[in-house]
Structures are given as structure tokens and as C-alpha cells.
């Protein structure tokens, strides 16, 4: 609980599905808006990194192809519209898209932009070109893209491999800018050059990161903001306070917790508060590379010893989400529902039976009370990550395994774990797009940087294609129900819980809508303004 802050404010706590109040005041030009930020972010560069660290103080300075409208909370297909491109098409077997590109759009450093820019951000994203991306975590999401090709300056086609009805999907999150040709990666992580409504000032380690308006940006009228300031301050209680007082116009994306949501009613009662489900889900990872991890068994047993309903009432208040790796209705579009998310194995709410059975699996691999496993659970040094993992080892004694808490920073934990130096892990998992394509490609497939279990299955890898060519909605989450099923059925990185926090600000800022089912695609922030 929060120590009580005296403030002068009055009236109702509000909650609302969208910002509607205000939008029909007219809007005022200037200001900064100050947020404050969880800890430093691990770089500059959207394409390189896997956090809402980077993606959402960096996503102002980009434009992509294509994006999901900002004032609309559900992420989806027909919620896509023009920005970079100003149309696109299909051809007929959808396997080529082409997109028709804006003329006179200038980088922040006044070159312009052109389709070559298109061109050598998707051959970076394949490794396709000398300049190199540190990391690349989304690169399994172009699998089955061949290539790009400019086909005149303002236009580009994208050549895929096979059908691909969901592609245009991954364009559109916040997580698919484009980057220019003539500035290199490295610069990119420090200092990024986009041509979108904010240009980078400065980053200074655990204290802030500046960004100032774009005055030539090439939305006439946009932005309103004069400047956007992130104060790094890694106490959630002390950040959240310091909202609370009213040193800062908003809170990080999703940053306050259940619990926390009551205290900042209670302080702040004029604030906006909007609490959604994130498509971001707490869970379990597993080296299946290093002893005694390497044995399915002991894999199974762990995930047998725990608890979901204790996670949910625990940290969620009882609203957070049992699911699988998908988010389900009504938030989501493609999770399994509840009747049959009930018959995959794991997932039996008798928690008593499924540790007896995990306690068996352990005596036969040569454990019990005399002779307990240790290793330690690593995670990353947040209070959303740290919460969890306390209870995932509270857990994990009633199956005769010791564990200790190791914690990493933020700047270092999706580096560790990518390149595969830990044992076991409670991890978060954000999905860019809510589209299976995304999901499966990213976090399951065979390879890919983001699969950071080492979980391989070629016969699954057939139903991924198979559900990516499916153009039937209902035919298509049927298939994607069944590969869910085996993913939580094998362990690959078995799901606790999907999340949900809260992303308040204060009433004068307007014009600012979070979204439902993706916390990556909502900070374009162009079109929100200050009333004060």
C-alpha cells in the first residue's frame, strides 16, 4: 500500500473505455509531457530490442508503412491505416504486397525519405546486408517474406515466400518502423534518426530521456507537444507517488498494478485510470539445453507444482488471466476460450493432485526431501518480474526443489536470456501484433532469437504454416487452438498468467487512448495536447 500523499483534488475517479472528454475542445499547441519511466531503456533502437522499455518513449520518432489507428483501443486488421504508405494492395493469391509511399517525407536529419529506406530495413531485419542488427528479435517474423523490392522511389512490393492473409499485421505494430538506409545500427542505439512527429535529444543513464518536437514533421499540424520528458525512477511505490503529487502528467504504460489502481483513486481522484488486459503474460522459462532441464519429466513436474489461481488472486485481485500463450476473448481475438483452454493438461485446478503427481515424477528422477533440487530462478529486476518469481519458488518447494532468486537488469535481461545463459526463469512475454503468425514465429519457433527455451518441434512448425495460409476465421482459430494446446502440453514456456495494469494521467492530458490487446502500438502520441 501507498503511504497517503496529501492532494488538491476533488470529484469522481474516471474510467473509461476511451478519451472521449475533451475532444471536442479545441486543441492547444505546446508543453511537455512529462512521464515517468520504469528504469533506463537497453537502447534507442525499436527494431533491436523486446521491452516496452524502448518501444514506448522511442515509438514517436518513427513512422511505419502502415499502423493501427491511435484513437482506437482494439488492435486488428481493420483498425490498419496509411502512414508512411499511403495505400497498399494485394495481389490475387496474396503473396505480393505493394504499397505506395508519400513523397516529400524528410529524415530528422533532412535527407529524404525514399523506398530504398523500405528496401534496407527489411534486408537488416533478414541479415541480409553488411550493417547488422546487434540483435534481432523479431527476424523469425519475416520468415516467409523473399524480398523486398523498390519498384520506383514511392513504391515498394513486399515479395512473400507463400500466402500470408495476416501479414500487413506485422507491419502496423510499433515494433516495425522504418529505418533510414544511410544511418547505421550503431547509431541507431544511441542516437536514432526517424522521421516521425519527435526527434531524440539526450539519454542519461537512470535519470531521463528527452525528446523534442519535430517542426518540420510531415503531418501538417502535428505534433502539438513542444517535447516529451521520461524521468527514470525505479521504485514503483516511489514513481507512483511522485503521479500521484502531480509531478508527472502520466505513468509508464501499464505500469500501475491492481493493487496499486485503488491507492491512486483513493489520492487522485480526478485521475484517468485505464485498466486493460496487455497481452503480456507471466511465465515460466526453462533451458532445455542444460541438465536436468534437458528431461521433459522434470520440466513437466515443475509446471504440475504450480498454482495459477494463487498468481491471479494474489497479484491480480482475482482479474487477471488464466490462458494459454494467446490472449482469449473478449479482449483478445485469437486464445483459447475457457471450455477449452479446461482441457489441456496442466491446467486441472486441483492443484493438491497435480503436485502429487509432480512429487512422482521427482522421486523417480532420484528426489525427495532428503535430496532437493536447487538452481536459481532468474528474472528480470522489476517488481512485475520479481512479484512472480517470488511466489514461482514458494511454489516449486512443494515438488522438493530449493530455488534462489537471481535478478538482472533491465539493460542486460533480454541479452541473457537470448543467448541462452540461464537455467530456469519467470519471464514476461509481450506480443507486438495479437495474430498467431506473430506469436508462434516469434516465441516458438525453431531458431528464433525470442525462443529462449530452446523448444523445437518441426511437426508443429507444419500447423504455424498451415494456420498463417488460413483465410477462414474460424477455421483458422480451431488449428491455432490446437497448436496452443501443445505448446502449454510440452512446456515450452508455460503460461501462468496474462496480465493487466493500469495506465493513468491526469486529466489535461487529452487525446490519448491505450489499447487492449498490445501495449506496443499506442505511443505514436502525434495527437495528444496539454489543456493547462
Avoid at 11 to 30: I, M, T
Avoid at 91 to 103: A, V
Avoid at 366 to 384: E, H, M, P
Avoid at 431 to 444: H, Q
Wanted: charged share 25%; proline share 6%.
Amino acid at each position: 500500500m501507498l503511504r497517503k500523499i496529501s492532494v488538491c483534488a476533488a470529484g469522481a475517479v474516471l474510467f473509461a473505455v476511451s478519451l472521449g472528454a475533451g475532444a471536442a475542445l479545441a486543441q492547444k499547441s505546446g508543453g511537455t509531457l512529462k512521464v515517468y519511466h520504469r528504469g533506463t531503456p537497453p537502447s534507442g533502437s525499436i527494431h533491436e530490442e523486446a521491452t516496452n522499455s524502448t518501444l514506448s518513449p522511442y515509438m514517436p520518432i518513427f513512422n511505419n508503412l502502415v499502423m493501427y489507428d491511435q484513437s482506437k483501443p482494439t488492435n486488428s486488421i481493420d483498425t490498419i491505416v496509411p502512414d508512411l504508405a499511403s495505400k497498399w494492395s494485394w495481389n490475387k493469391d496474396k503473396s505480393k504486397l505493394t504499397f505506395n509511399l508519400r513523397s516529400g517525407v524528410k529524415w530528422h536529419d533532412g535527407k529524404p525519405f525514399s523506398a530504398k529506406d523500405v528496401v534496407c530495413t527489411w534486408d537488416m531485419l533478414q541479415g541480409k546486408r553488411k550493417a547488422k542488427f546487434r540483435k534481432n528479435p523479431r527476424k523469425s517474423w519475416y520468415k516467409n517474406l523473399d524480398k523486398v523490392t523498390a519498384d520506383s522511389d514511392t513504391q515498394v512490393t513486399f515479395h512473400l515466400k507463400r500466402k500470408q492473409p495476416a501479414f500487413i499485421a506485422l507491419l502496423a505494430s510499433g515494433y516495425s518502423p522504418v529505418y533510414p538506409c544511410h544511418v547505421p545500427p550503431k547509431k541507431m542505439r544511441t542516437h536514432p534518426i526517424g522521421t516521425g512527429p519527435f526527434k531524440f535529444v539526450q539519454l542519461k543513464q537512470n535519470e531521463f530521456v528527452k525528446f523534442k518536437k519535430n517542426d518540420k514533421y510531415w503531418k501538417k499540424g502535428l505534433p502539438h507537444l513542444d517535447a516529451i520528458e521520461w524521468t527514470i525512477i525505479k521504485s514503483r511505490s516511489t514513481r507512483v507517488l511522485a503521479f500521484i503529487a502531480g509531478k508527472f502528467d502520466m505513468t509508464f504504460n501499464v505500469d500501475v498494478s491492481i493493487p496499486l489502481l485503488k491507492d491512486v483513486k483513493e489520492q487522485a481522484p480526478k485521475a484517468i485510470c485505464q485498466l486493460r488486459t496487455t497481452n503480456v503474460t507471466t511465465n515460466l522459462i526453462v533451458n532445455q539445453d542444460k541438465p536436468p532441464f534437458n528431461d521433459p519429466d522434470i520440466r513437466r513436474a515443475m509446471v504440475l507444482s504450480i498454482d495459477r489461481d494463487a498468481f491471479i488472486k494474489i497479484l491480480g485481485h482475482g482479474q487477471t488471466i488464466k490462458s494459454g500463450a494467446l490472449l482469449p476473448p473478449p479482449s483478445g481475438v485469437w486464445g483459447m476460450p475457457p471450455e477449452f483452454l479446461k482441457t489441456v493438461a496442466g491446467y486441472n485446478p486441483d492443484v493438491n493432485a497435480n503436485r502429487e503427481k509432480a512429487r512422482a515424477i521427482m522421486k523417480k528422477k532420484g528426489y525427495s526431501d532428503k535430496n532437493r533440487l536447487k538452481f536459481k530462478v532468474a528474472t528480470r529486476n522489476i517488481a512485475i518480474y520479481r512479484d512472480p518469481a517470488v511466489i514461482l519458488i514458494d511454489h516449486l518447494k512443494s515438488i522438493y526443489v530449493d530455488a534462489e532468486l537471481e535478478t538482472v537488469e533491465t539493460s542486460n535481461w533480454h541479452a541473457k536470456v537470448a543467448r541462452k545463459d540461464y537455467s530456469v526463469g519467470l519471464n514476461l512475454t509481450g506480443i507486438g501484433v495479437d495474430d498467431p503468425d506473430a506469436m508462434f514465429y516469434e516465441n516458438y519457433a525453431c531458431g528464433s532469437q525470442r525462443n529462449y527455451t530452446g523448444y523445437c518441434n518441426a511437426d508443429l512448425e507444419k500447423l504455424f504454416e498451415k494456420q498463417s495460409m488460413t483465410e477462414d476465421v474460424a477455421a483458422r482459430k480451431k488449428i491455432v487452438w490446437e497448436i496452443d494446446k501443445k505448446l502449454q502440453e510440452d512446456a515450452a514456456r508455460p503460461i501462468i498468467f496474462n496480465n493487466k495494469g493500469a495506465t493513468c494521467w491526469h486529466p489535461h492530458v487529452k487525446n490519448f487512448t491505450t489499447m487492449t490487446n498490445s501495449v506496443y502500438n499506442g505511443w505514436r502520441l502525434e495527437s495528444v495536447w496539454l489543456d493547462k
